[in-house]
């Protein structure tokens, strides 16, 4: 039974790892004789049709997907952003969402995931604050 992994070591962007599927030349098997792929790609940011790509890519290849694994670029930081030092109290919502966001995502968030964003913390709000009137009445 064989392995393939693209790339052999490491992560490709998602158009390198479409390339490099679409230039795999392989005979066509059996389905039980088929060698199995596992495709890793390097991410830097939500990619919501990054599944669908590397099946559409995978369709007519002669092989078994049995994992897309999706790689951060390394930021020399292997530690979440920490607010160490700060009280509890002082930190804003909005901060720390930008500060994960970063961290995660290596960029900030777009305009409007930090909209959406606010008005969730709005929301939450205004839900404990009408929870807290029914609390006292």
Known sequence: MAFLRIPEQGALPLADAVKAIQALDLPDLPRRLRPFIEIAILVDGPEPHLQARILAALE???????????????????????????????????????????????????????????????AASREDDSGQ?????
């Open 60 to 122: 007519d290849k002669p092989v078994r997907l049995t994992r897309i694994r999706r790689v951060a670029p390394q930021s020399g930081q292997n530690a979440a952003p920490s607010e160490r030092g700060r009280d509890l109290a002082d930190l804003q919502a909005k901060d720390v969402f930008i500060a994960l966001h970063q961290h995660k995502h290596h960029k900030p968030p777009s305009d409007a995931l930090s909209r959406a964003f606010a008005e969730l913390v709005l």
């Open 133 to 137: 009137m029914d609390e006292n009445n």
